[in-house]
């Protein structure tokens, strides 16, 4: 079982990549609906998502450990 430090490094881990990969996608798929954005704007629509996320990751995280130890 993770400790709370290592599900939190963990998703910050894999959340970086992801906002990598959401920055780059952004360029692609916002102009397809009629949103061109700066580079600024960009930037922290980005950052926005990628807070929720590692808020998402590290909360669902927590729940399957919680659930696998309840079981163990």
Known sequence: MQTRMQSAIETV?????????AYAASYTVLPLFGHHVTHGQNF????????I??????????LFNRLHGARA
């Open 53 to 62: 996320s590692l808020i998402r990751g590290w909360c669902v995280r927590r």
């Open 44 to 51: 922290w629509i980005t950052v926005i998502f990628t807070v």
């Open 13 to 21: 881990a894999s959340t970086a990549i992801g906002f990598v990969i």
